[in-house]
């Protein structure tokens, strides 16, 4: 089953904020560097210190944007790693 957002963290730029590259002719889809940045100082701050509860949900949303391209790319390398169908 797919996983399901029920939400984007405020901080989530609405433009940008995902990348795609090609691997082996694949397009994957991946944080961009600001996303990545972003989620890389909360989880610095957390080792050092108690993030805030909006700053654990942000992180928790994050999470959950993780998932969902995970479960996008997967499914993209799937297909294209599937054999062509040939018609009947």
């Known amino acids: 089953m797919p996983p399901i957002l029920h939400s984007l963290p405020d901080s989530l730029p609405m433009e940008g904020a995902i990348s795609v590259v090609l691997e082996a002719g694949v397009p994957i889809f ?3 560097q600001t996303v990545q940045q972003r989620i890389e100082a909360l989880l610095d701050k957390q080792e050092n210190e108690t993030l805030t509860s909006e ?4 992180l928790d949303r994050y999470a959950e944007i993780d998932d969902y391209l995970s479960f996008v790319n997967r499914t993209l390398r799937n297909l294209y790693q599937r054999p062509p169908q040939t018609a009947a």
């Open 30 to 32: 991946r944080a961009s």
């Open 55 to 58: 700053e654990l949900a942000e």
